[in-house]
């Protein structure tokens, strides 16, 4: 099945006809929020101008909102592989991360033991480190190897023993790209009786999310990584959604996710959500298939696409001298966000001469991977980060190539 050129795509997006230094803009900030289709905010605004209600009462458009809410579960967990009853959503994923640890934390007691890793967002940290902070909780820091931006996976399992309660990994590092294979990781973490969070906000953009297969107890991601509005999702198995008591207002959200909600959401950003994936399944070309067929189509078609512009970006920056680059090499597991440092030039600076001079706008600094910039040891500038987005061009790849370049001519 034919998938989306990129030429379609781009047509999609009214924030590529904008223009920096003269110059059509070239999103490469993707990895921290990617831009939107026009199907997302008209969903977005005929929710608002036509819908627009609070939830459970008897009137019409509050009836429509129950169901547009419902909907949106439920593309939501084809996205995920999952069942609607156990989507939630919430502002961002770290305040959905931080009240999930709140609800894991009832079930522990002081000498538990937490693992999380050094390769992962502060998102997929703090929250268990402060939850062990105040339970008393022993925390297990994973390394990863600097030269390679891989976890080191013997330290995973040497982190494990008979106290390990909790288990936080990253399927993807937002800072490096890398991709670690966590679903072995997770069953041996459930093998020792622990509970599993898997953070796939960097992942979700780039590989399906597939619940079912991770056997995680608990996954977070960004609809907007994937080209929705600023929200977080979170996805808690029901069984382990059984066991868990999170801290919620008396008989408010007593059923599947909207147990782990808090307080009125942003239903146009839900709806958004539902609309950007709608979006990409959309790609895939008109033919019969599941949502979530659909979505695995144009995934795989999209991925493909990116590799082969990571590896040209790779290839033009890595023949620069005074250019580092970190992380995996392409062809082998990672996604399409690369980051390098140029030598003697602030990350900051970078981005900004990128932006001023040539209309490319990357991102910098330690992307909330505080751990990651450290190990590299390249505080306090951190690094400089391209991702490559669905309507990415290989011209986009050869101008910042060209203006890292312009930058080291000086």
Request: with cysteine; charged share 20%; hydrophobic share 45%.
């Amino acid at each position: 099945m034919p998938v989306a050129d990129v030429a379609e795509i781009r047509s999609h997006f009214p924030a590529l006809d904008r223009l920096q230094a003269g110059r059509p803009a070239a999103y490469f900030d993707g990895p921290g929020g990617t831009q939107v289709p026009s199907a997302v905010p008209a969903a977005m605004t005929r929710y608002l101008l036509r819908h627009n209600a609070n939830t459970h009462w008897e009137y019409a458009t509050s009836a429509e909102t129950d169901a547009l809410l419902e909907g949106a579960r439920g593309v939501v967990a084809a996205f995920l592989n999952g069942d609607p009853e156990e989507v939630a959503f919430g502002a961002n994923m770290t305040t959905l991360t931080y009240h999930l640890s709140r609800a894991v934390g009832r079930g522990l007691r002081a000498g538990d033991e937490v693992v999380v890793t050094r390769l992962d967002h502060q998102a997929n940290v703090a929250p268990w480190k402060d939850l062990a902070r105040d339970l008393e909780l022993v925390v297990r820091e994973v390394p990863f190897d600097p030269a390679t931006g891989r976890l080191d996976v013997d330290a995973f399992h040497d982190a494990l023993g008979p106290r390990t309660r909790v288990v936080a990994l990253g399927a993807a590092s937002n800072a490096l790209g890398t991709v670690t294979d966590v679903a072995p990781l997770v069953a041996r973490a459930r093998e020792a009786g622990a509970f599993t969070f898997v953070d796939a906000v960097h992942s979700a953009p780039h590989a399906l999310p597939d619940v079912r297969a991770l056997g995680c107890d608990a996954l977070a991601c960004s609809p907007y990584k994937f080209y929705g509005p600023h929200l977080g999702v979170l996805h808690v198995a029901a069984e382990t959604a059984a066991r868990l008591d999170p801290p919620r207002l008396p008989c408010a959200g007593d059923a599947g996710g909207e147990r782990f909600e808090t307080g009125t959401l942003s239903h146009e950003a839900m709806v958004g959500a539902a609309a950007a994936v709608e979006f990409l399944a959309d790609l895939a070309g008109p033919g019969e298939g599941t949502l979530r067929e659909r979505l695995e189509t144009a995934f795989a078609a999209l991925e493909a696409r990116a590799d082969t512009l990571l590896a040209r970006l790779w290839t033009g920056l890595e023949a620069l001298d005074g250019v580092t680059l970190h992380g995996p090499r392409p062809g082998t597991p990672r996604t399409s966000t690369l980051a390098f440092t140029v030598d003697g030039t602030p990350a900051a600076q970078v981005t900004r001469h990128l932006s001023d001079h040539h209309g490319v706008f990357t991102s910098h600094g330690d992307f909330y991977a505080t751990s990651v910039v450290e190990d590299l040891g390249l505080e306090p500038h951190g690094l400089v980060r391209a991702g490559v987005a669905i309507y990415t061009t290989a011209d986009e790849v050869d101008r910042l190539v060209a203006g890292v370049a312009d930058i080291l001519d000086g």
